[in-house]
């Protein structure tokens, strides 16, 4: 198990759109035990492997209370099912420290495989639901920040540039 370093906005490699995994073998199994070490560590509700500079279609994720319930997606895909949204206040590994609303499908399907390679379906609802939205657009390089105002984003880009000059 590792801890891996994670990406930060305005990285250009988070814009990097992630390639689906062919076979889910040991290689990708050890990746999912990182990620998740790395998700725990750092105390996110998810990761996507785009944020630790892997570009695979793999996501972690646990919005469980005690931090106990490890859910995986490989090749994650998303069916929206109506147009019902939902507004949730967003935070971002990668845009550590900024939190901003945004509206998104709260009605979906997934379909993804598991650790094994089987496939799997879920109908999430409420954070969940927020959250794999989240981890997909990571996978194609689209950051949380993609949805607010211009004007927002590049305040919340400098901040955390002169930030990182001070670090
Ligand atoms: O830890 C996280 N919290 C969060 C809160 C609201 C909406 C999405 C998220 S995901 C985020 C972890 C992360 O950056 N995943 O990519
Ligand atoms: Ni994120």
């Not at 889910?24 to 990746?31: A, G, M």
């Not at 035990?33 to 996110?44: R, V």
């Not at 785009?50 to 695979?56: A, D, E, I």
Request: charged share 30%; hydrophobic share 40%; proline share 5%.
């Amino acid at each position: 198990m590792a801890i891996l370093d994670i990406l930060e906005f305005p990285d250009p490699l988070l814009r990097t759109i992630a390639r689906p995994v062919e076979q889910v073998d040991e290689s990708i199994r050890q990746l999912v035990a990182d990620m998740l070490e790395t998700m725990y560590h750092a105390e996110g509700i998810g990761l996507a492997a785009t944020q630790v500079n892997v570009h695979k279609r793999v996501v972690v994720i646990d919005t469980s209370e005690d931090r106990n319930q490890p859910q995986v997606f490989i090749n994650p895909r998303i069916k929206i099912l109506n147009d019902a949204t939902m507004e949730y206040q967003e935070g971002c590994l990668s845009v550590p420290g900024y939190y901003e609303k945004v509206e998104r499908p709260s009605a979906i399907k997934i379909a993804a495989l598991d650790t094994q390679g089987e496939k799997f379906i879920l109908e999430p609802d409420g954070v969940l639901a927020v959250c794999i939205q989240h981890e997909i657009d990571h996978l194609n390089g689209k950051l949380f920040v993609d949805y607010i105002s211009t004007l927002k984003r590049n305040r919340i880009k400098q901040k955390l540039q002169k930030e990182r000059r001070l670090a």
